[in-house]
């Protein structure tokens, strides 16, 4: 099993050889803070739309760019080496909630195109910066029957998965995507669709971007909510040799360490991320989460500490304050090692 050779971020991996990167922190949460209005999320374009559009987050690439600009630009000004695209919720699947599933690839297209503008913006020759072009779960599961009278019910298939998906890589990787992200996975099957899409518009197109995998442990079981462990999670996954397997969301760092430490064990080819919430949920706080930037840093530099990560950063309830003290806590260490570099070798 040969690493890829991708065509685009090649300097990536030695990056990750020598230090730890910065992943950026919370998008969702980011945008709450400008209390936008319906108005807001319809600009002059939607206005006359049938149905309420407050929530669409992926919508306000397109009609307020400046925010989306603004929270980009927030992150790499505090040193964050890659920021993710606003596409957690980009797919015809997910955007089908607000009848707009015929906007999507223009949703991924234009949140693309902002952060590359970013990410051009703040790079420099010593520090360069990557667009991660996201790919949330959808809010549908292949594996799991949403009528708990009928365990065999399924309301979306695997063939629609794959479709919604590529439509979705073809239009982040067209807008600038220098890596490609598979995130907050919580269903092993949705993920599989994913990278099989993935991987079909890799041969198809010629490109070949690095890729990251990052699932969620949804409770104190340490598994997805699919069923599967860490450990079998990553042996689910390893055949699309990923740049990075990691974990994200759900727990918060405290409670994410004992399965970070797990794939440290398990995932010898390839390097770790982890970017957890900002603790558990709060919705008294400011940002819907508790943990200061100081708290959030500390933890995650216990990790780096203990030579568990290749790429930190945060997620919901994280802001460019947070990603700041991560930047300071982490810069020192060294990131965890991968023997011999970055490899994949073959399965015993």
Same mark, same amino acid.
């Given at each position: 099993m ?14 990750l ?8 922190g ?6 709450q803070?400008?209390k ?13 739309f049938p149905?309420?559009?407050?929530g669409?987050n ?8 400046d ?9 790499l000004a505090?040193g ?9 919720? &980009?797919t015809?699947?997910?955007q $089908? ?13 234009q949140?693309a195109?902002l952060?590359r ?8 020759p ?6 991660v072009?996201?790919l ?15 365990a065999g ?6 063939e629609e998965?794959?479709? $919604? ?5 073809e239009a ?10 598979v ?5 092993t ?5 994913a990278?099989f899409?993935? /991987? /079909?518009?890799?041969? $198809?197109?010629? /490109?070949?971007l690095?890729l990251?995998?990052?699932g969620?442990v949804?409770d ?9 462990t860490?450990?079998a ?5 390893r055949?699309?040799?990923p740049l990075?397997?990691?974990?994200n ?9 004992p399965?970070?430490q797990?794939?440290n064990k ?7 991320s982890?970017?957890p919430?900002a603790?558990?949920?709060n919705?008294?706080s ?5 943990e200061?930037p ?5 933890l995650l ?17 994280t ?5 700041? &003290? ?7 260490? &060294?990131?965890r ?10 399965a015993?």
């Amino acid at each position: 099993m040969k690493a890829p050779v991708y065509t685009r971020a090649q300097a990536l991996p030695e990056i990750l050889n020598t230090r730890i990167a910065i992943l950026d922190g919370a998008m969702g949460t980011m945008i709450q803070r400008f209390k936008l209005t319906e108005a807001d999320y319809r600009g002059e374009r939607f206005k006359d739309f049938p149905k309420d559009v407050k929530g669409n987050n992926e919508l306000l690439s397109m009609t307020r760019p400046d925010v989306i600009r603004d929270i980009h630009e927030g992150y790499l000004a505090a040193g964050a080496d890659m920021i993710e695209t606003n596409t957690f919720g &980009a797919t015809t699947i997910a955007q $089908a909630d607000y009848d707009m599933q015929h906007l999507a690839r223009e949703m991924n297209l234009q949140s693309a195109k902002l952060a590359r503008a970013a990410c051009d913006k703040f790079s420099t020759p010593d520090k360069p910066r990557y667009v991660v072009g996201a790919l949330g779960p959808t809010p549908k599961t292949a594996s799991i029957s949403p009528d708990v009278n009928d365990a065999g019910a399924r309301n979306v298939t695997f063939e629609e998965l794959r479709a $919604a998906y590529y439509e979705q890589v073809e239009a982040l990787v067209e807008g600038g995507s220098d890596v490609l992200l598979v995130e907050t996975i919580f269903d092993t099957l949705n993920a599989k669709a994913a990278l099989f899409a993935i /991987e /079909e518009f890799f041969e $198809a197109s010629g /490109e070949r971007l690095p890729l990251i995998i990052s699932g969620t442990v949804t409770d104190a079981s340490g598994r997805i909510l699919s069923g599967q462990t860490v450990t079998a999670f990553w042996h689910s996954v390893r055949h699309a040799q990923p740049l990075a397997i990691g974990l994200n969301c759900a727990l918060g760092a405290t409670l994410m360490r004992p399965y970070i430490q797990e794939l440290n064990k398990v995932a010898g080819d390839t390097f770790i991320s982890c970017y957890p919430n900002a603790g558990l949920p709060n919705p008294m706080s400011d940002t819907g989460f508790d943990e200061t930037p100081e708290v959030t840093s500390r933890l995650l530099h216990e990790f780096a500490a203990e030579g568990l990560v290749n790429i930190v950063g945060g997620c919901c309830g994280t802001t460019p304050d947070h990603i700041g &003290a991560i930047s300071k806590a982490v810069g020192p260490l &060294a990131p965890r090692n991968v023997h011999g570099g970055f490899f994949y070798k073959e399965a015993a």
